[in-house]
């Protein structure tokens, strides 16, 4: 996973055309988190600690230019530069930390953020399914020795004798599950908590906001709230109808609890091979003025509004963040 990254960061790094680009429009750079929540199992890399979290947006804000996502839009509509070291923080996926720790931490700071929620969990007591994979192969000290699932028309197995077992079967689901089909998808999560004797009932520390953290959240002065689906699929593999209903539903779910029009979306996932054209011709039809994805450039004044590109921030230490933040806006 990480050589992956690390390649990937370095072909964004040096490219003659982008360093050009850079030269004639100072671009801006849009910060991705999901969780702010100290864990020693974080098997996606999900989580920053409420230390280093704090100590990133300090800098930022010292350092940095940090818009409203309202300023960055204006700037961005008006094709308009964007402000030297402008920076714009957005949160994916709607856990309950969000509430209880990065958004108290970006008030005691006045620092805004963007925090895109996905409404299928919300006031259930339930995990997203790859936090259900972890628990189930991360966390329970003794599974069955094989695990079977019948899917696609075909049989699966997957023996489970040792830690090397459990991460391949970890890998070989998590890939399977990400480009199911919901219900389907839905329905072999359930199977495989199961045969793990593993309640569906997730982690408290793992849930999703309720609606009364939502509603906290939506009057923050500090915060925008807006769509990130209702599935949490990547939208690519749904119909046309499909992709609809899955954004409608988790922009009128949001509308209703916050009482605003949710007016910004991002892209489950996020990578291009995640979402396609007829993702962003619905974000217009449905009335979005902006959505993020989730691969790393600049963003300038000519960028499409409509696939906002974005910085995923790991569990770095101040000194390692600082590097990196610099490395971007100057690459």
């Known amino acids: 996973m990480y050589s992956t990254w690390k390649h990937y960061i370095y072909e964004s790094y040096h ?4 360093f050009i680009y850079n030269l ?3 671009p801006a750079i849009v910060l991705l988190y999901h969780r702010v929540y100290e864990s020693e199992l974080d098997s996606q890399k999900l989580c920053i600690s409420p230390d280093n979290f704090y100590q990133q947006i300090e800098y930022l804000k010292k350092n940095h230019n940090l818009l409203a996502t309202e300023e960055f839009y204006s700037v961005l509509h008006q094709k308009k530069r964007f402000p030297s070291r402008t920076v714009l923080l957005t949160f994916d996926d709607g856990y309950a930390d969000n509430v209880h720790q990065a958004l108290s931490i970006l008030e005691s700071l006045s620092a805004h953020a963007m925090f895109f929620i996905t409404t299928s969990l919300i006031d259930t ?3 997203f399914w790859w936090d259900s994979l972890e628990r189930v192969f991360f ?3 003794i599974l069955p020795a094989k695990l079977v699932l019948s899917a696609y028309n075909t049989s699966l197995d997957y023996l489970i004798k040792s830690s090397k077992d459990r991460m391949r079967a970890y890998s070989s689901l998590h890939h399977l599950l990400k480009y199911s089909q919901p219900s389907t998808r839905n329905e072999i999560v359930k199977h495989i908590l199961q045969w793990a004797s593993i309640p569906l ?10 609606s009364a953290e939502v509603q906290k959240m939506a009057k923050s002065q500090v915060a925008s709230i807006g769509a990130h ?6 939208l690519k593999i749904l119909t046309t109808d499909q992709q609809r209903e899955d954004i409608l539903q988790s922009k009128i779910t949001l509308e209703r609890l916050t009482g ?5 979306f991002s892209y489950p996932f996020g990578l291009k091979k995640d979402y396609d054209t007829r993702s962003i011709a619905l974000c217009k039809e449905l009335g979005f003025k902006m959505a993020c994805s989730n691969y790393y450039d600049h963003v300038h004044s000519w960028t499409d509004p409509y696939q906002i590109p974005r910085m995923i921030v790991r569990n770095w230490p101040l000194d390692i963040f600082k590097e990196k933040i610099n490395q971007f806006l100057c690459a």
């Open 15 to 18: 490219t003659p055309r982008r």
């Open 229 to 234: 689906t209702y599935s949490h699929a990547p």
């Open 125 to 127: 007591d339930q995990e």
């Open 201 to 210: 009932q997730g982690r408290s520390t793992h849930r999703v906001m309720n």
């Open 139 to 141: 966390e329970s000290p």
């Open 24 to 26: 004639f429009d100072e």
């Open 260 to 264: 605003n029009s949710i007016n910004y």
